[in-house]
């Protein structure tokens, strides 16, 4: 069962991507700042993040980098959730490293496609 | 309030002679204007003089004809002025006369003790009125005055003059009569004088008042646009915070009905489906609300990339189907094949042409809807004109003008009948235009309605070679259609029926890009 690292402050949104992203099918486990993602990435070993970038005082790019600057870390691919499908937070997702984005409110089928398109290339 | 009109119908009435020239010039008009009023009213008073000369003098001669003739001679320059100009010329000569025949009274009437001597006050006078506040000017009119003066004082006093002919109490009748006309002549130009004054302070004060009401328009139009910021920010805001709770809604009600189906819960599912979907209207019209407010604020970034609008055109009906479906309508995707790629922003213009199709599919009971896309020559070169047509209700006319504004449906009934935000219209336009196109509407009651979105078909800059790869297909298919209008005919005679002309466009098109 792939395992997914979900890092969103939202508690709502966190118990209701949590409880999906599990009947779908994943092994899922949450932080709920950039910090406690950064660590749980390096202690869980995801095969996948999903990153929200709106977080607070580390927001999800600055974690992004941080994860993928770290040896154990660098391979895991991760996929930037954002409010707006701006081109500048397309772009930023990719110069952070990011492997895709996708935007909220979740499409679920949508972003389902993306975590396996994901997972697959990996 | 008499006497400013009055003083009105007199501008207006020396007005005339002025020349188009000078009245442009505000300065120039005002010297004119005192340069008039001296030249018309002045001989009226002038030739006092030369009537109280004939009536004391006992034996009058030439001299009082000449003067009379040259104070007379003042009512010419009016004329003069208006039929040739030359403004300052005239004013020269007119000043030299004026000198000429107070000089030439005095010469024949007691040289500097004359009873005329009064009149030379005048000359500085008016020659500083007429000339105004240029230097050279007033240099030349004072030499004239000054050389004018010797020459007098020289031929008076060395070369010789007349013996006064007038009897002493003759003569002081004429200062008399030379220091009362003087007198009014000059109180005549002080009067006029103080009005140009006080019409120049008032205008000064009307002006500081018009300057005073700009300030305060500035200020008006700047505190406008504070508020209007504050206002898009303050909806860029709530919007954001929106989207959180909907996101909510959408998704536990999607989880919901993911339950009740394993459970077998119809009943229930058909209400949790209508959160679901007012949840997703809600989303939408934040959405709607968040853009505009972007546009508004100047906030909204266009993302330019080479488009192919056939394959977006595709993707949108394709989209839009499932929704036609539900109503019954068809949804038909009808591309002129020649559209290519363009440098535009996809997602913006996916966007509008889904405003668009949402807002057809609305207003439309049965038929269908049709997208079509085509390449135009406008006024700007080359455009894309992407339509949505529909079967539906119609616009009438008179909602043209209105229909962009946000919150404005085809009538304040049809929002509750067939449902809405009445955003994506000005939605629709807004985007239109930040694409640097426009957003046109054509329309007739119970017939249906046609929106065209266009904009300019850039070529798309960077590498090329797709676009000229493009432009290649574009020959080759317009090529191949003159072919196959050239061809229609002998294959008609050939007794075989023509294909139309855009099926055999697409066999070129997949031939030329294998």
């Known amino acids: 069962m792939p395992k997914i690292l979900l890092v969103e402050d939202n508690e709502i949104n966190r118990d209701m991507l949590t409880r999906r992203l599990a009947r779908s099918g994943f092994d899922v486990c949450c932080a709920i700042d950039g910090p406690a993602g950064v660590a749980m990435a390096a202690s869980e070993r995801p095969d996948l993040i999903l990153m929200d970038v709106a977080l607070g005082a580390m927001d999800g790019w600055e974690a992004t980098e941080l994860i993928k600057r770290s040896p154990d870390t660098a391979d895991i691919p991760v996929i930037a959730l954002t409010a707006h499908a701006l081109a500048s937070d397309r772009e930023k997702s990719v110069s952070v490293g990011c492997a895709d984005f996708d935007t909220k409110p979740v499409d679920l089928p949508r972003l389902l496609g993306k975590i396996n398109a994901c997972l697959s290339a990996h | ?514």
């Open chain 2, 1 to 514: 309030m008499s006497t400013s009109s009055t003083v009105e119908r007199l501008n207006n009435f020396v007005d005339w002679f002025i020349p188009a020239d000078v009245v442009s010039d505000v300065e120039m008009r005002k010297q004119a204007r005192i340069f008039l009023y001296s030249h018309i009213f002045g001989p009226f008073i002038g030739n006092t003089v030369p009537l109280a000369l004939y009536l004391f003098d006992p034996k009058p001669g030439f001299q009082i004809t000449i003067l009379a003739a040259a104070i007379t001679g003042f009512w010419i320059f009016p004329f003069v002025l208006r039929a040739f100009g030359h403004y300052y010329l005239l004013a020269t000569i007119s000043i030299q006369n004026l000198i000429f025949c107070i000089l030439w009274s005095c010469y024949f009437y007691g040289g500097v003790t004359s009873p005329t001597l009064p009149w030379v006050l005048t000359i500085p006078l008016l020659a500083l009125f007429y000339v105004g506040s240029s230097p050279r000017m007033r240099l030349v009119v004072l030499s004239l005055f000054a050389v004018n003066l010797a020459a007098f004082l020289f031929l008076y006093n060395v070369v010789g003059h007349p013996a006064s002919t007038m009897p002493v109490s003759a003569m002081q009748s004429l200062g008399l009569v030379s220091t009362i006309a003087t007198s009014i002549y000059v109180a005549m130009m002080a009067l006029f004088y103080a009005n140009a004054l006080a019409a120049q302070v008032e205008l000064g004060a009307e002006m500081r008042a018009h300057m005073a009401k700009a300030a305060d328009l500035r200020s008006a139009v700047a505190e406008a646009e504070r508020a209007g910021a504050a206002k898009s920010d303050f909806l860029a805001k709530i919007s954001h915070e929106l989207r959180t709770p909907l996101n909510a809604v959408i998704g536990y009600s999607e989880m919901l009905m993911e339950d009740m189906s394993a459970a077998e819960e119809t009943e229930a599912i058909a209400d949790v489906k209508k959160i679901h979907g007012a949840g997703h209207f809600l989303l939408k019209l934040v959405n709607e609300v968040l853009d505009l407010s972007k546009i508004e604020a100047g906030k909204m970034e266009v993302n330019v990339e080479p488009v192919d609008l056939q394959a977006l055109l595709e993707r949108v009906g394709e989209r839009h189907r499932p929704l036609a479906r539900q109503n019954n309508l068809d949804l038909v995707v009808s591309c002129d094949p020649a559209l290519g790629v363009i440098a535009t922003d996809s997602a913006k213009l996916e966007n509008a042409l889904g405003e668009l199709i949402d807002n057809a599919i609305k207003f439309t009971r049965e038929g269908g809807v049709t997208l079509v896309g085509e390449r135009v020559r406008g006024a700007k070169g080359d455009e894309v004109a992407i339509s949505v047509r529909d079967t539906g209700v119609g616009i009438a006319p008179e909602r043209f003008g209105s229909l962009f504004e946000q919150f404005n449906l085809a009538g304040d009934t049809s929002a509750s009948k067939y449902g809405g935000t009445g955003l994506g219209l000005a939605l629709g336009q807004k985007i239109s235009r930040l694409l640097g196109g426009d957003l046109a509407v054509e329309s007739q009651l119970n017939v249906g309605s046609c929106f065209t979105i266009r904009i300019p078909a850039k070529p798309v800059e960077t590498s090329a070679k797709p676009a000229a790869e493009d432009r290649d297909v574009a020959a080759a298919l317009s090529a191949a259609e003159t072919f196959h209008r050239q061809l229609r005919p002998l294959i008609a005679q050939a007794g075989r029926e023509a294909e139309p002309a855009s099926g055999q466009g697409q066999e070129v098109k997949a031939a030329v890009n294998a």
